[in-house]
């Protein structure tokens, strides 16, 4: 099944707050993580995403990508969107394929807000 | 709007894998994760958290709860049980009032699955 998601980037969820254990988030930015995180809890987008995250120079072919999760290309193909679109991952198309490459620092500091520095 | 979840508790979802970064998560580990993370992906419940997480001793009473999120007390306790379920709360009721208490590491286990320990 193919969720439809409103996505932000990382960096401005994370530009927002302090972390959540350190005072009590406000509204904005609980929405702004929420989306962030919802990006990620999803299984299909946690394996593609710890594929990429785990390849060589933290970067994978979508051709790669297809086979290990056993899902069409479409499906795959819009839940690297999710990921791209909400940064945690970066697309470059290389001839035939598109090529998608870990952003640096984006998972962590999605853990950074999750507990105290 | 009160969505419902299935949930799975913090410690089962953290037992069962390595940072997504050092190697592919498998697909039962990824739906554990994805239900841990889908607690957290919602405003209200990372605002709830958030002010669970930041009071004195990390509790906070069920009555202190419901005007800072401005939303009814049914649709708080549905989320407070969210979050409880998922392993990020505990609750106890002394006399009249439930009080919820943030589970010590609970944050640090899912923010340590995100990225490389």
Redesign the interface.
């Known amino acids: 099944m193919v969720t439809r998601l409103e996505v932000t980037d990382v960096s401005s969820a994370v530009a927002c707050c302090a972390p ?8 904005t930015d ?2 702004q ?3 962030t ?2 990006a ?8 593609l ?3 990429v ?2 390849s060589e120079d ?1 970067e994978a072919c979508v051709c790669d990508l297809i086979d ?1 999760i056993g899902l069409s290309q479409p499906t795959v193909s819009h839940h690297l969107k999710v990921l791209t679109e909400a940064g945690f991952l970066t697309r470059s198309k290389r001839g035939t394929w598109a090529y998608y490459r ?1 952003v640096p620092d984006a ?2 500091q ?3 807000l ?2 105290s520095a």
Not at 20 to 27: A, C, D, F, K, S
Not at 40 to 47: I, T
């Open positions: 959540l254990v350190r005072e009590p988030i406000g509204q609980a929405e993580l929420a989306v995180l919802k990620l809890a999803d299984p299909a987008r946690l394996r995403l710890s594929i995250a785990s933290q290990p870990l998972l962590q999605v853990s950074g999750l507990v």
